[in-house]
């Protein structure tokens, strides 16, 4: 079986979407890795395989999933999972991860990354549920924290302490989004910096990166513009804290040039590599 790459924590990544297929497989930007939703590749043959199958060669893989419910009351889908399973061992991806949240119930789907009720009950059933997502899977998954629009009043954990309890209670790791963090601070009026500070430094395997909107006071997580200025800074502060992480630049609608990507790359490679120079190169000395 053919070892896995592993993302140079240096440089920054991209979502990998077919507008840039060929453009990238031509140009062969240096990137860290690049990563795709587990589900568009679910399918026995055809191009997309065929795509990755191509991009393989080139750069370490991650699969990031939007479907698995790991927070539903109801079992797992076993049939999703021994699909994700199937192409994990196939493209042995450096990376596997999920939502920290739920979309599916009595077998009707939402399409859409639903928030949990941060309580005794719903943690111990996602613990459960990451347990048995990694023994299909045999590998270690890591969740991500999903933006929110909206709190349940029976929750009686914040959602910092949530997430992290999630990763050491389950042995999974951390996504973390650090945009989600900055968009759920402003809906919901929390310090993000306290939620960095919670967060057990290493948990965190991988960070994301995207851009929101602004919405009837709300903002609201499109993954359809540049990374804020805000974000930014949070993403600074977030590798002050964490040390260099692989970091991914998402942007799923509306999407631009591949030039316009790799411009939002290069910012977050320049904060990393910041980060990970000696401390005489850092002061000038």
């Known amino acids: 079986m053919r070892q896995a790459h592993a993302p140079d924590a240096t440089h920054a990544g991209i979502g990998l979407r077919a507008p840039h297929y060929a453009e990238i497989a031509r140009r062969k930007p ?11 590749f679910f399918g026995d043959g055809g191009p997309p395989l065929a795509w990755l199958e191509r991009f393989r060669a080139d750069y370490p893989l991650s699969l990031h999933g939007v479907g698995l419910s790991l927070g539903t009351a109801d079992a797992l889908d076993e049939t999703h999972l021994a699909k994700l399973a199937a192409l994990a061992q196939r493209f042995e991806p450096a990376l596997v991860s999920e939502h920290l949240c739920w979309g599916a119930i009595g077998g009707r789907f939402a399409n859409d990354l639903l928030p949990l009720p941060y309580t005794e ?84 395997e991988e960070i994301h990166l995207a851009g929101y909107e602004e919405s009837g006071g709300l903002l609201i997580d499109t993954h359809g513009a540049r990374v804020f200025p805000e974000v930014w800074r949070l993403y600074e502060a977030a590798i002050a804290r964490f040390g260099a992480r692989p970091t991914l630049v998402e942007w799923d609608t509306d999407i631009p040039e591949l030039d316009v990507l790799l411009r939002e790359a290069s910012t977050a490679t320049a904060i990393l590599e910041r980060a990970d120079a000696p401390q005489h190169e850092r002061i000038g000395a």
């Open 30 to 40: 240096r990137l860290a890795f690049l990563e795709v939703h587990s589900e568009n």
């Open 121 to 204: 009950p719903a943690l111990a059933r996602v613990i459960e549920q990451i347990g048995h997502a990694q023994d299909r899977l045999g590998r270690r998954i890591l969740v991500e924290n999903v933006s929110s629009y909206l709190e349940f009043e029976d929750s009686t954990i914040p959602e910092w302490e949530f997430l992290a309890e999630t990763a050491r209670a389950s042995g999974c790791g951390i996504l973390l989004d650090v945009n989600n963090i900055h968009v759920n601070a402003m809906n919901h009026g929390f310090d993000a910096l306290r939620y960095l500070d919670a967060i057990p430094a290493r948990a965190v």
